[in-house]
C-alpha cells in the first residue's frame, strides 16, 4: 500500500461519521459524487467492479451460502451477493456495517447480511458454508489475540475455516509471500520495515519492538508455509496462484503447479516500460524457467477444497 492512499484511507476515517450523515440527509446517489471527489482511492476500493473476478476459478453457482470474513470498504461481499445464494459479511468496525447496511438497503441487495463479529469466534454451525473468504487478512489475525503465539492464532481461525466448510466446500486466500521477489529491489513489506519478513520471528520481533514499539505478530509465510498452515488445518486439497500485475488488481491469475505456463507468460506476454517492472519480469522470466517462481512470486492466491476431490475448474 502506497503512502498516498493510507492517507486517503486515514482521512476517510476520519470523515466516516460525516459520510454516513450525508448518505442519510442527502441520499445514496449525491454521496456517491462526494466519495468519488474527495476520496477516489477509496471509492475505487468500494466500487471495484473486478474484486471477485478469481470466481471462475470455482464451481460456484446460484445455491451456495458463503462468508466474507473481511467486509472491509470494499465490493466484495456485493459482488458475491450478484451470484450465490445468500452471503454473510463479517467485520469488527460499526461504521463500516452501517455503511454497509446503507448501500444494501439503496441497492436493494436482499441476500447480502453483515455481522458485527469477532472473527475468531465465528459464530455459525459446521458445515454451513461452499465458501469461506479470506481477502489478505490472515497476516493481521495474530494482532487480534495478543495473549497467544500469532501462528497459534492463525491456526486455530483456519481450522474453524475447515470445520465451518461444507464437504465440497472452499476456502479462498490471498496473502502476501514472506521471500516475495520485491524485497530485492526495495526491501520492505506493506507494514513498511526493511526486510522484516527475512528475519527469523525472534529477532523480527526484537527489530519492530525496537523501531515501533510493538511485537511482531502480523505474519506472513512463504509457499511452503502456506501449505503446511492449510494441511495442519485438515486441508488436502490445495492450489496455489499468482495475480499479476499486483495483489489488489490483478490483470492476471496463473496457476503455480504448471512451469510451462509461467515460463510461457513472462517470455511472451506481460510487458511494461518502467526499468523497475523491467528488472522483475527478468527475475520473474529465470526463475520460471529454473522451476522456483512459485517461491518466489510477490502474492499468493491460494485455493483449498476440504474434500481431497477436485479442486474446481483447471
Request: glycine letters at 6%; proline letters at 5%; aromatic letters at 14%.
Amino acid at each position: 500500500m502506497n503512502k498516498k492512499r493510507i492517507l486517503s484511507e486515514e482521512a476517510f476515517q476520519k470523515r466516516i461519521n460525516q459520510i454516513l450523515d450525508l448518505i442519510e440527509s442527502k441520499g445514496w446517489d449525491e454521496s456517491k459524487q462526494f466519495l468519488l471527489l474527495e476520496f477516489p482511492e477509496i471509492y475505487k476500493k468500494i466500487f471495484d467492479p473486478f474484486k471477485a473476478d478469481w470466481l471462475y476459478l470455482l464451481p460456484i453457482s446460484e445455491m451456495d451460502t458463503v462468508l466474507n470474513l473481511e467486509s472491509g470498504w470494499n465490493s466484495l461481499s456485493f459482488l458475491l451477493a450478484r451470484v450465490c445464494k445468500s452471503v454473510f459479511s463479517i467485520d469488527t468496525v460499526f461504521e463500516r456495517i452501517k455503511f454497509i447496511n446503507l448501500r444494501i438497503r439503496h441497492e436493494k441487495v436482499l441476500n447480502l447480511s453483515p455481522i458485527m463479529g469477532d472473527i475468531l469466534n465465528l459464530p455459525f454451525s459446521p458445515s454451513s458454508f461452499n465458501l469461506i473468504v479470506m481477502d489478505g487478512g490472515l497476516k493481521q489475525i495474530g494482532t487480534l489475540d495478543v495473549e497467544n503465539d500469532p501462528l497459534e492464532v492463525q491456526k486455530n481461525l483456519l481450522r474453524q475455516i475447515f470445520d465451518l466448510l461444507k464437504e465440497e466446500g472452499y476456502l479462498y486466500l490471498r496473502m502476501e509471500n514472506r521471500y516475495k521477489i520485491d524485497f530485492i529491489l526495495r526491501g520492505k513489506d506493506s507494514s513498511g520495515l526493511q526486510f522484516i519478513n527475512l528475519m527469523p520471528r525472534t529477532i523480527a520481533n526484537l527489530y519492530t519492538k525496537i523501531i515501533k514499539g510493538e511485537p511482531y505478530r502480523a505474519y506472513v509465510h512463504s509457499y511452503f508455509g502456506y501449505r503446511r498452515l492449510l494441511r495442519e488445518a485438515g486441508f488436502k486439497n490445495i492450489q496455489f496462484y499468482a495475480p499479476i500485475p499486483s495483489y489488489s488488481s490483478p490483470i492476471f491469475i496463473i496457476p503455480l503447479d504448471k512451469r510451462n505456463i509461467s515460463t510461457y507468460f513472462f517470455k511472451y506476454i506481460l510487458s511494461r516500460q518502467s526499468i523497475k517492472w523491467k528488472i522483475m519480469v527478468f527475475l520473474a522470466r529465470v526463475g520460471a524457467s529454473i522451476g522456483i517462481y512459485p517461491y518466489i512470486t510477490p502474492y499468493f492466491i491460494i485455493i483449498a477444497k476440504k474434500s481431497s476431490y477436485g479442486l474446481g475448474r483447471q
